[in-house]
């Protein structure tokens, strides 16, 4: 385990370190932190557990600098044992309350208040994806006619959300047909997971009436598609690349383009908050640099949670540099989840 690696002095220097490098993104000195922090030792015994920190991976020096800054393996340490998470100020409360509580109760609106909310108060790039449909119980499926062979089903899950999709139909159908088919459908399917209707549709139907045959064929055909999060578009919202682009970081005009492409590509946004739904119920994830499978985030770290809409749930994030001030981001991002489920599980009436 990486906290057994360290005694308390080295832990206490390598905290110096960390908090000095994200306060002023410039490498840090022996001389810096025996003048800084009253450690109540010389710089060159500071300079000896720098050395030693050093050599055990968990800082690094950039070229010829004398000074240190943080490796991967240091930040993860910092994190996990090291940091002590911020209290939010009541002012930093009170401007997310009042803004999520001004807010008309709409998912698209309110994920696009969090994700503003979220880049404002750190400066990083805010990403917050809808709600997954997966674990969604089926509350109501309804059909409408839009032409003779086009009908347009539009599927409630009990949690409120909404989802519509438009089906060809390889034949006429009547409008007493689409009325049996829909009640069937309920029937068969109400109560259930989008997860569960996908591995069973197919046996659930397999014994029908010659009259609801063609209908019922275009859903076996198509229940991938419509009881799935099949289009990627519309899932993702991200702020903030305004301010993020203005760190130290970006001086660099190779890792300025880096963001950019970064933000263009939400695929990549996507996979990595997708994995965040690895961690532990209630808890913040955190991945570090190299701790990112794609190459393109390896010089960021991504923090965040899971946010509750009745059954399914949806992801809010940060996305910054490694020298993120992790202990404040880590608390905005806590209190924005469990904020944002409140509101969209108890809507405040108006």
Avoid: W
Wanted: charged letters at 30%; glycine letters at 4%; a negative charge.
């Amino acid at each position: 385990m990486l906290n057994e690696e360290l005694n308390d002095r080295e832990k206490n220097i390598l905290r110096h370190i960390i908090q000095e490098f994200i306060s002023t993104a410039a490498p840090v000195g022996s001389r810096n932190i025996a003048k800084n922090y009253n450690l109540n030792i010389s710089p060159a015994t500071v300079r000896n557990i720098m050395a030693d920190l050093e050599e055990s991976g968990f800082i690094d020096h950039p070229h010829t600098s004398a000074g240190r800054i943080p490796t991967d393996k240091g930040y993860r340490l910092y994190v996990d044992f090291l940091m002590n998470v911020q209290e939010l100020r009541k002012s930093e409360k009170g401007i997310i309350n009042r803004n999520i509580e001004e807010t008309v109760v709409e998912t698209d609106e309110l994920l696009q208040t969090a994700s503003i909310l979220l880049s404002n108060i750190t400066h990083q790039l805010a990403c917050v994806s809808y709600p997954k449909l997966d674990t969604g119980y089926l509350e109501k499926l309804q059909i409408v006619s839009l032409s003779s062979t086009r009908i347009l089903v539009i599927i409630t899950i009990k949690s409120g959300l909404v989802k519509t999709i438009t089906l060809e139909l390889s034949s006429d159908i009547k409008p007493t047909q689409i009325e049996s088919v829909q009640i069937l459908l309920n029937e068969k399917l109400c109560g259930l997971t989008f997860k569960e209707i996908r591995a069973t549709f197919r046996e659930r139907f397999k014994d029908i009436e010659e009259d609801h045959k063609a209908i019922i064929r275009v859903f076996v055909d198509s229940v991938d598609k419509i009881f799935k999060d099949t289009n990627k578009s519309n899932k993702l919202v991200i702020k903030g690349a305004k301010d993020f682009v203005k760190q130290p970081e970006f001086e660099d005009p190779n890792k300025f383009q880096s963001i950019i492409e970064l933000i263009e590509d939400e695929d990549i946004i996507i996979n990595i908050m997708e994995k965040s739904t690895d961690a532990a119920p209630d808890q913040v994830f955190i991945s570090i640099g190299s701790e990112n499978e794609k190459e393109e985030l390896s010089e960021y770290s991504f923090v965040s949670k899971d946010y509750k809409l009745g059954d399914v749930s949806g992801t809010l994030g940060i996305i910054g540099p490694k020298r993120m001030d992790y202990s404040k981001v880590v608390a905005i991002v806590d209190y924005m989840a469990k904020i944002l489920s409140e509101v969209i599980t108890n809507p405040i009436q108006k």
